[in-house]
């Protein structure tokens, strides 16, 4: 499922494409390489068009609407082959505009990166072209345009997995016509990555997390061994190295993406033995990012235009818990000290696990005007039985702490994510888990499918759920999701909310914002029609709320900007 971004996205593909550019054809399976990597073949695909341009409008229902958004899917693209999404920032482009038919005069050597994941990976990825910037490497939008190519993949997912691949090998052509080096990161990387590159002879380098800060220097030593054949005649490096790595220096990045909001990243890895999960193994162990270096980013994201930071790791929550007696800081007071950033005007907790919530955290949260009102915490489940095969915390705790939330933080936006067809997962189970839904009203949330990883202990477990049966039970969860996100937006009609400002749609004069109970990518938006001068992404506006349109607010200006 994809959001708005990715829907634009998908056109972007659909107009660029043409039959006789390989570059934009349907980035179709290599089977043989799946067989390698993973040991199983997928369904043949029969579509020749892009599976981008595959996803249609959003038609006026409500259900067209929103049905995508309601799927939290990791694979999510901020740059692509296509060309950059509105995405590297231009002011560190040094290559200007070609004329029409013409090619770009490209400096000695010029990098495109194409950036597929979660967050977490997007982070990587700007600190990556913060990296070459630094080294005299020019960041081009286009990797037609590029010497070296890199691909940043995930690896949450069966579907993100294949994207990844898709992606390599449709980067690989390039290599025919202009790139002359390939580069694959990420979690893909991390994970398979031996099976890559013995599948992917195209790829001149295989780099992990351990090895990030080498990239510019692997990439010098590709195209000094000969600059027009570099990985032609010979298999690719393997850099990989452990997944548990210190913290670099993550505050010079070329961001990818709007610059007024951004992704922090305040820790990374997952101590927790979820039974589906495989993040741990090539993530590595939880380690928080030091008090000072979060601070010292926060400042250099605001003043590089963001007005919203969005807290991000795996488990966001548990920060500082592993800073011991040497330091007593806690999230509560990371809290405090963000909201003392004069320009920045929301803080935003996303991936937040339900066994890290003490009353201090609670307190600071309802007390703190810049931490919005908007807990995303993943459940994946509800049954105690279901729980205690997946090794997550039991229903008892889980809703105590959702009870407590509701009462004692005004105004709450809760966002989760749930599993439909978990190994063993009954009807009375899953009968269990809409009415806990219900129950709780949950303002927004997702559902995966459940997905069979590579060396889970519930890939292993008897009693799998035919595929059908867990996309079926995917589909009727959402349908809850849906019905009480319209009902929470009727309830807005009237209210006064704060909007952050995302994109300005001149054709129809409508602004198109946010406020505080969605974040980016994934949620809802607030419609502001009427719009002769045009806002700036990033201006706050006081709205009236107007109307309804799916579940997206229409609102009207009853404030000046800020």
């Not at 690719?236 to 990243?265: I, K």
């Not at 229903?395 to 939330?405: F, I, Q, R, V, W």
């Not at 009807?427 to 009203?441: N, S, V």
Request: glycine share 6%; hydrophobic share 35%.
């Amino acid at each position: 499922a994809w959001s708005r971004e990715q829907h634009y996205i998908s056109q972007t593909w659909a107009r660029k494409r043409t039959d006789e550019d390989p570059c934009f054809a349907f980035r179709r399976i290599r089977v043989d390489i799946w067989d390698v990597i993973f040991g199983s073949r997928p369904e043949p695909k029969t579509n020749t068009s892009h599976p981008l341009a595959a996803f249609s409008a959003p038609s006026s229902s409500r259900t067209s609407l929103t049905l995508n958004r309601l799927r939290q899917v990791p694979t999510r693209i901020y740059a692509s082959i296509s060309g950059s999404i509105g995405s590297v920032d231009t002011t560190k482009d040094s290559t200007a505009a070609p004329k029409e038919g013409t090619r770009r005069q490209r400096p000695s050597a010029s990098v495109s990166l194409v950036a597929l994941g979660c967050p977490k990976n997007t982070v990587d990825a700007e600190v990556m072209l913060g990296d070459l910037q630094r080294q005299g490497y020019s960041i081009v939008r286009d990797p037609d345009d590029a010497d070296v190519v890199i691909v940043n993949t995930c690896a949450f997912i069966e579907d993100a997995k294949q994207e990844s691949i898709d992606a390599v090998i449709e980067a690989g052509k390039l290599k025919d016509r202009s790139a002359k080096a390939l580069l694959v990161t990420g979690c893909l990387a991390q994970r398979y990555a031996e099976e890559l590159s013995t599948a992917l002879p195209e790829v001149d380098a295989i780099v992990g997390f351990e090895n990030y800060g080498e990239i510019p220097g692997e990439i010098a030593r590709i195209l000094a061994k000969n600059p027009n054949l570099a990985g032609e005649d010979a298999l690719g490096t393997v850099s990989v190295g452990l997944p548990t790595v210190p913290f670099r220096d993550e505050r010079d990045r070329v961001r990818l993406g709007p610059t007024h909001y951004a992704y922090l990243r305040v820790a990374e890895g997952c101590d927790h033995n979820c039974t589906f999960c495989a993040i741990p193994g090539f993530r590595g162990k939880f380690r928080s990012k030091g008090f000072e270096a979060i601070l010292e980013e926060a400042r250099q994201l605001v003043r590089g235009g963001a007005r919203e930071i969005n807290l991000i790791a795996e488990d966001t929550n548990q920060w500082g818990t592993d800073f011991g007696p040497r330091d007593a800081r806690r999230l509560p007071d990371l809290l405090e000290a963000l909201s003392e950033i004069e320009e920045l005007r929301w803080v935003r907790l996303l991936y937040c696990y339900p066994s890290y919530f003490d009353d201090k955290l609670i307190d600071t949260i309802a007390r703190l005007d810049k931490v919005v009102k908007y807990i995303d915490i993943p459940l994946q489940h509800s049954a105690t039985s279901v729980l205690t095969r997946m090794q997550r915390p039991g229903e008892a705790h889980t809703a105590k702490l959702l009870t407590k939330l509701r009462e004692r933080i005004p105004d709450l936006v809760l966002r989760t994510t749930f599993i439909s067809g978990f190994p063993g997962e009954t009807a009375e189970e899953f009968d269990h888990l809409r009415k806990f839904a219900r129950t709780f009203g949950f303002e927004r949330g997702g559902v995966f499918a459940y997905s069979e990883e590579d060396g889970t202990p519930a890939a292993l477990m008897e009693d799998q759920v035919d595929p059908e049966v867990r996309m079926s039970r995917q589909m009727r969860l959402q349908r809850g999701f849906q019905k009480r996100s319209e009902a929470w937006s009727d309830a807005q009609i009237g209210r006064h909310v704060d909007v952050l400002i995302d994109r300005m749609d001149m054709d129809a004069m409508t602004a198109i914002g946010r406020s505080y109970a969605d974040a980016p990518d994934i949620d809802n938006e607030v419609m502001i029609p009427g719009v002769i001068v045009p806002f700036t992404p990033g201006m706050v506006v006081r709205c009236e709320v107007t109307g309804v349109n799916g579940v997206d607010l229409v609102g009207k200006v009853v404030e000046e900007a800020s």
